[in-house]
């Protein structure tokens, strides 16, 4: 028997196949304006990909902030949950869980069981998120996954904004007073380093501590945040696919 968990989010919608002991399929598609005709698109693909029938799947869980228009799955779980459950199952010794996703952020303490002990929640501002990035990319003119290339090495920008409005105005003037993609690229990295510092200093850090969403693919940002907080800081292939593999672990052992 199976499990599928979907994690329909704010940019970017994954989900795994489960089987008991390994993930066997995971995709990943473009949100887009619809939550529901993706989740149900996704499940389609997901399903087809792993080779299983629908009678071979026990449970369908639903995550994320479009799992509320999922009306095909068994269960709707919160994002941190999931997210615990998909972080203990990639490493049980797995204390901190630093997620950056498209427009939110957050940290999660777990303990040896995988069990929440504590968790911050940014979902109020776009700063120290994936669509600060993207917006900040925009104005680069470069996409946001080349980011953290472009800005290994370089000496950064300070950029003072806190809001992403006033911090693209400030790219810009940056940009024509002539300071170098570089430094711009290095210096919002740095920028979305101290904010999520602020945030996970507010939980506390303990080791280990894994970085996980769409914005741990950023290997500056990562290198930064292991910096600023003084320990490793890992992440995984898997790591945009937490919040869909805690949901189908969840779905698998109920
Ligand atoms: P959500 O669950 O909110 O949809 P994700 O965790 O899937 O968010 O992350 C989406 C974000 O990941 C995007 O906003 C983008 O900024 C970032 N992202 C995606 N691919 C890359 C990449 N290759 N390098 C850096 N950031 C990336």
């Known amino acids: ?24 399929a995971k995709e990943i598609i473009p949100t887009g304006w619809s939550p529901k005709e993706t989740g149900e698109k996704l499940f389609n693909m997901i399903t087809s990909m792993a080779g299983i029938e629908k009678r071979e799947i026990k449970s369908i869980v639903g995550t994320g902030y479009g799992r509320v228009a999922l009306s095909f799955i068994d269960k709707k779980v919160t994002e941190i949950t999931c997210h615990g459950k998909g972080a203990h199952f990639i490493d049980p010794n ?3 869980v630093i997620d950056i996703g498209g427009q939110d952020s957050k940290v999660i303490k777990l303990d040896e069981k995988g069990n929440i002990v504590d968790f911050l929640m940014n979902d109020k501002c776009a700063a120290g998120t994936g669509r600060f990035l993207q917006v900040m990319a925009h104005a680069l003119e470069i996409d946001v996954s080349e980011l953290s290339q472009i800005g290994e090495g370089a000496v950064p920008e300070t950029i003072s904004s806190m809001c992403t409005v006033f911090a693209e105005s400030e790219v810009i003037s940056l940009m024509a007073s002539g300071a170098s993609k570089e430094s711009i690229a290095a210096g919002l990295l740095q920028s979305v380093c101290s904010k999520t510092y602020t945030l996970v200093s507010k939980v506390g850090v303990q080791e280990k501590v894994f970085f996980s969403g769409g914005v741990s693919k950023n290997s500056l940002l990562r ?21 869909a593999i805690g949901a189908a672990v969840i779905g698998y052992r109920e």
């Open 94 to 96: 797995i204390r901190t």
């Open 223 to 243: 290198k930064f945040l292991s910096n600023k907080l003084g320990v490793e800081v890992f992440s995984s292939e898997l790591s945009q696919y937490l919040g």
């Open 1 to 24: 028997m199976y499990s599928v968990g979907i994690d329909v989010g704010s940019v970017a919608a994954k989900a795994v196949v489960f089987d008991g002991e390994g993930i066997i």
